[in-house]
Structure formats: C-alpha cells, structure tokens
C-alpha cells in the first residue's frame, strides 16, 4: 500500500552503509557488527514488603563493535590498532590520540544518508591483519578490528 503522506513505512536495508574514523570514510568495510548496550538490574526489597522485588537500573556497558573489510593496500586498520601496541615499541605507538570517534551511517537503496549513529571513544582491543590462507578455497580475505566504545548515540 502506498504511503499517503510520503512517508516511508518499509525498513531500511542493511546491506547499505558507510563507516567513517573521525569524519573520514573508511574503505571496504563490508562487515559491521551490532550497536549494543546493557544495563545491569539491581534488585532490593523494602523491609515492610517481604514478597516484592523491585528493580533499578545500574551500571549500562557497550558491546564492542567489529569491523570487517577485504585486505586491500590501506593500512588504516593496522594503523589505529599500532596506536595501542606496536611491534617493537615502534615510535607509532601513541596513548595520546589512541581514542577515535566512529560514525556508522545507515543508506537507502539510493545510497541517501537516512539515519547514523555516533560511536564514542573507540579503540582497537583486536586486530587480525591476516585470515587462515587456504589454497583450495574460493573467498576474500578479510581483516578485521575489534573496537571497544563508551557508548554511542543517535546523530
């Protein structure tokens, strides 16, 4: 049924996106795992109401989030992930500018920015420059880094 007022009612596709390392767009990446957060429970009772449990919220986490891309020629990913630790104690390594901010932009099928999401603090815990090699097999190789966060939003 179309929509009346112009509205769109369908999903947006999630095969369509652009990530991008302080405004900067990132090449390749065809893989981006889930934005997730949790919030711990706290549960206690009140002391004239020994049947009831309340809950409160506590301390939210965020999930680290993956990036995977085909390797190619840019280095970026190893890079940032030289920032944290480097072979060597190479000169790269910088605890000053370690911390990125990520933005994950989400396209409809005309490849419009429809909707992002701020990703705060990032850094890389885990970084595979390398897949398993194979012969016989007929894939891409992938790279992909792991990024820790301290939440994120929607821009």
């Keep these: 049924m179309p929509s009346i007022s112009g509205t769109r009612f369908d999903p947006y596709k999630n095969f369509k996106f652009v ?5 900067a ?3 390749g990446v065809s893989k981006v795992s889930s934005l997730k957060r949790t919030t711990e429970v706290i549960e206690h009772r009140t002391g004239g109401d020994p049947s009831t449990v309340y809950k409160s919220p506590g301390q939210s986490k965020y999930d680290p989030i993956t990036l995977e891309r085909g390797i190619t020629k840019d280095p970026q990913f190893e890079q940032w992930a030289n920032k944290v630790w480097a ?7 910088s605890l000053a500018d370690f911390r990125q901010n990520i933005t994950i932009e989400v396209r409809d099928e005309a490849g419009q920015p429809v909707t992002s999401y701020n990703v705060f603090g990032c850094w890389v815990s885990e970084y595979q420059a390398l897949p398993d090699l194979d012969a016989s097999a007929n894939a891409v190789a992938i790279e992909y880094i792991k990024i820790e966060n301290e ?3 929607r821009a």
């Design 19 to 23: 990530v991008r390392i302080n405004g």
């Design 25 to 27: 767009a990132v090449a």
């Design 87 to 93: 072979l060597g104690g190479s000169p790269e390594v």
């Design 151 to 153: 939440g994120w939003e």
